[in-house]
């Protein structure tokens, strides 16, 4: 994966020594490192009906049965499971329709999420987690692009300077449009979060 991104990196900063040799202006992309704060957690859950199987010992349960149950493992953990909310869509375009129930559970707070997690029973599955990460302030993002517009300024001088030419001033700027939320899964919450800009800047 490191090499497939370098070879972009590289196919990218000779396109823009090409731009450079043929015009008057250089285009470059520029970043600066973003951390991710949350804003709050999704606990997503699935009751499926549990089919008896004598010969495992299983007994057969419906969702409403399981739902109980769960209601009851959450009240000892102080987990009211009227606070859940039903996923009306989601089970309308799941192929268990008939015998499952999704339900979703939004809090701030990171136990909450680990105690209903680590709910374990028959009939709940599919237990995940959506991180919602909270909106950037105007001064955050203003920040960002700064730092975001130097360093694309640093690479455009790097480009440039192969072949005679100095970085003049900035032609046009395209920031990414802020979404209000950002989802993130448990995996990209660790990985470390970049905010680009594309730059045009005058060639001297």
């Known amino acids: 994966m490191k090499s497939i991104k370098m070879t972009i990196l590289v196919l990218i900063l000779c396109q823009s020594v090409v731009q450079a040799q043929e015009t008057n202006s250089i285009t470059v ?81 990171k136990s909450e999420v ?17 991180i919602i990460s909270k909106e950037l302030t105007s001064e955050q993002i203003g920040k960002l692009n700064k730092e975001a517009i130097d360093n694309a300024r640093n690479t455009a001088t790097q480009i440039v300077n192969n072949i005679g030419r100095t970085v003049g001033k900035i032609i046009q700027i395209e920031a990414p449009q802020s979404n209000k939320y950002k989802y993130y899964s448990a995996t990209e919450i660790k990985e470390p979060s970049k905010y680009y800009v594309k730059v045009v800047f005058a060639l001297e």
Not at 31 to 48: G, L, P, Q
Not at 56 to 70: D, L, M, S, W
């Open 29 to 109: 992309m520029g970043e600066a490192d973003k951390s991710t704060e949350i804003e709050r957690y999704i606990a997503n859950v699935e009751f499926r009906e549990v089919i008896g199987d004598s010969y495992r010992n299983i007994k057969g349960k419906t969702v409403n049965e399981i739902a109980k149950e769960f209601a009851a493992a959450l009240s000892k953990v102080n987990i009211d499971f009227s606070r859940f909310e039903e996923d009306e869509i989601y089970r309308l375009t799941s192929y268990a329709y008939n015998t499952s129930r999704f339900y979703f559970y939004k809090t701030a707070s």
């Open 114 to 130: 680990e105690l209903i997690l680590s709910q374990s029973m028959e009939g709940v599955i599919n237990t995940k987690v959506d």
